[in-house]
């Protein structure tokens, strides 16, 4: 039978939808404000953080497993929830064990930060500024506001599409859509990110704490972002940073003081030595379970492998790859092919693996054998367009004796192909296998918290530390408050090594 819509049911679409938005509309405790969150209940949103929160875990290399900080984060957390309006909520707080500066939350009081971020912070109260900005954004469910308006919008497109010719629509418009740990990752409308500020500020003022502390941390944060663009070479935002999920500027958070109600504290906590106290001996980008960068070699004691990358090169790493920026954007991305393909192939030559399995959507051309330090190889060049523009990629996959394939992809503009192409075969051929002793003996960086003597200056520390280029931004970033102070003889500051 044909579904047949008639005119008049074409006019009460927009009604009926109209209803449906208003009985979703209720008033929020928290912002006193209507808000529409008819697609995602209370009881949704424990269902969906609970269901979400492993795998978010999982994305980011698991959590910190230091106890005592795991503990001293959690009751910082839980004083500032519980000041809020949603003091009865279950809220979980989770260290993820990332080198990556940011913070989010998921529905039903999952509140996350990294320790890349602790170790960007200066004192608790800077921290704190953090965790009650998200639990502002848990107390106003603006995830569920912003899945139900998504899935309105959807669902107006779905009946939309059932009435089809006869309203002339396309019948094939809309999907609904679900809800994964990505979505706590997208950013929040302004609005949204004011409102989450002035909650902040609430349970700052409530807990104890200056509301300041949450200006005073978003100068660091915009600092450590312009050091990321730098260290990447380009202009533009930073990716995976905290200024990306939560875009804010210096005069909206200040408005955020200034609209909510009873935020001055009188004798406000900072806590800044038990902080440092806290983080003091934290690991500090790379953790080795990840693979860990010293400098411009890259090593991973648990593969036991290890590379260097090309000078002017500045490596990132993350759980699922590792990433070179060169200059003019040129890049070197090393991963490992995903386990059951790497089985599936194992039989296959490595020239027949670059040409029809991994390179197979490009036109690869010189395809040919390599041995690399006694391990087979294969290599092949293409060009792609990107949205930078054309750019040349040179494959070369590597199969070691577990049947493990390596690769490396080099990615540079044509009129620095030929410039770089001795260093990348250097690079090709500085990946080795190291011995088990080699791999055992590998160590983190670490935050190490240190008193200034008299002849301490900022030099003598930023000196020391352990990075390829910017050594003197890392310090002072690490350090903008104490700076600020001026860098006084009795001190505590933050340095970072072995």
């Known amino acids: 039978m044909l579904f047949h819509t008639s005119p008049m049911m074409v006019r009460l679409i927009p009604l009926l939808a109209l209803l449906m938005i208003l009985a979703g509309c209720a008033a929020n405790p928290a912002t006193g404000k209507q808000s529409f969150t008819a697609f995602m209940s209370k009881e949704d949103e424990l269902r969906v953080g609970a269901e979400e929160h492993p795998k978010l875990i999982k994305e980011f290399g698991g959590a910190y497993t230091d106890a005592k900080l795991r503990g001293y984060v959690r009751r910082i957390g839980l004083k500032l929830s519980g000041v809020s309006e949603a003091n009865t909520l279950p809220f979980t707080f989770t260290i993820l064990n990332d080198d990556k500066v940011n913070a989010f939350a998921l529905p039903g009081g999952y509140v996350y930060i990294t320790r890349g971020l602790l170790a960007l912070a200066e004192n608790e109260a800077e921290m704190a500024s953090v965790l009650a900005h998200e639990i502002g954004h848990v107390t106003a469910r603006h995830s569920a506001e912003r899945y139900s308006t998504t899935m309105a919008t959807n669902l107006g497109l779905m009946v939309l599409g059932v009435i089809g010719s006869a309203a002339g629509v396309p019948s094939d418009l809309g999907r609904l859509v679900g809800y994964g740990a990505q979505a706590a990752l997208q950013g929040y409308s302004r609005e949204q990110e004011l409102e989450a500020d002035q909650l902040g500020v609430r349970y700052l003022a409530r807990a104890g704490y200056s509301p300041k502390a949450m200006t005073s941390f978003f100068h660091k944060m915009k600092a450590h972002e312009e050091l990321e663009i730098a260290l990447q070479g380009k202009e533009g935002d930073a990716r995976n940073n905290i200024m990306s999920t939560h875009p ?59 590379f260097t990358v090309p000078p002017e090169f ?18 070197v991305i090393f991963d490992l092919a995903p386990g059951k393909s790497a089985k599936k192939h194992r039989s296959m030559k490595m020239t027949d693996y670059l040409a029809t399995v991994w390179g197979s959507n490009l036109s690869l051309r010189g395809v040919e054998r390599i041995s690399v330090n006694g391990m087979q190889g294969a290599t092949g060049a293409a060009r792609g367009n990107t949205k930078s523009g054309p750019r040349d990629v040179r494959l070369v996959a590597i199969r070691d004796e577990q049947g493990r394939i390596y690769r490396f992809a080099f990615i540079t503009p044509s009129d620095l192909t030929e410039r770089l192409s001795t260093e990348f075969r250097r690079t090709t051929y500085s990946f080795q296998r190291i011995t088990e002793a080699a791999g055992a003996a590998i160590r983190p960086l670490k935050v190490r918290v240190t008193t200034v003597r008299r002849s301490d200056t900022p030099d003598t520390f930023s000196s020391a530390m352990p990075f390829e280029k910017y050594r003197r931004r890392w310090f002072d970033i690490l350090n903008r408050q104490r700076l600020e102070d001026g860098l006084k003889p009795g001190v505590k500051i933050k340095t970072v090594s072995e």
Request: positive net charge; charged residues 25%; without cysteine.
């Open 314 to 331: 500045v490596l990132f790493n993350s759980p699922s790859q590792v990433v070179a920026h060169g200059p003019k954007r040129s890049a």
């Open 248 to 306: 804010r500027t210096v005069q909206r958070i200040n408005q955020a003081i200034g609209l909510a109600q009873g935020a001055r504290v009188k004798n406000p906590v900072i806590g800044r030595d038990t902080f440092l106290a806290e983080i003091d001996g934290m690991v500090f980008g790379d953790d080795p379970e990840q693979g860990v960068r010293k400098g411009r070699t890259f090593i991973h004691p648990g593969l036991r492998i290890k």
